[in-house]
């Protein structure tokens, strides 16, 4: 008796842990999924990217080392027109050597076609709309330079034929070209404040800069 007793015990405590062993694989499982359709979340994305790279060089023995702009509205705009849904305002996007602009996601963007991102570039006088920090070669110097500027600027990025379908997720990529806006200033005639080469929105030659940023500097990325 003793003997069969013993048995039922011992396999009575294998059931038990028998039985509690498939929990832990349900939970991690439930995990993984949370995991996953996080990843997959449904929507609309805006990401950034940089060409030439920042920090990094351009022609003229020019390096550019950070930019900063600030934004009071991002839109991506579909057929649907301008919402909320797709709309983030009052922020900054950086790059420099130790950051780059997050992606902004819209999770409630409305299925549809979306043609086109809207920019308000304006600090609002307490900060600069935007700001590009760098060195430039001068006569076989190296002068560190600093452009900015509080004027508000309007750009339009045009020419995306994005399809979001509902459940799906798709992206919005931006790219900053700072090509242009570096070629229109001539650094040697800037002037000196503190040792840098400076230009702000009093400097002759800074509309070149903003023509740049409306017509090139924010483009459809690839």
Do not use: H
Request: negative net charge; aromatic residues 6%; contains cysteine.
């Amino acid at each position: 008796m003793r003997l069969l007793l013993g048995s039922l015990l011992a396999v009575a405590a294998c059931g038990g842990d028998d039985g509690g062993s498939p929990g832990t694989p349900d939970a991690a499982t439930s995990s993984d999924a949370a995991t996953n359709a996080d990843a997959l979340s449904p929507g609309l994305t805006v990401t950034w990217t940089a060409q030439p790279p920042i920090p990094g060089p351009f022609e003229g023995d020019v390096l550019v080392t950070s930019v900063k702009v600030e934004l009071a509205r991002l839109e991506v705009i579909g057929d649907a027109g301008s919402t909320d849904d797709t709309t983030q305002r009052d922020f900054d996007i950086t790059w420099s050597a130790t950051q780059s602009p997050s992606p902004i996601a819209f999770f409630s963007a409305q299925p549809g076609l979306y043609s086109k991102v809207s920019l308000a570039i304006d600090g609002d006088v307490v900060a600069p709309s935007y700001e590009i920090l760098g060195t430039v070669m001068i006569g076989g110097t190296t002068e560190p330079f600093k452009i900015s500027d509080t004027a508000a600027l309007q750009v339009d990025i045009d020419n995306y034929d994005i399809s979001l379908m509902a459940g799906r997720a798709i992206t919005v990529p931006i790219r900053l070209d700072l090509d242009d806006a570096v070629d229109a200033v001539d650094f040697a005639l800037l002037p000196k404040v503190g040792g840098v080469r400076t230009m702000d929105q009093t400097t002759p030659g800074i509309q070149a800069v903003r023509d740049a940023f409306d017509a090139t500097v924010f483009r459809r990325g690839g």
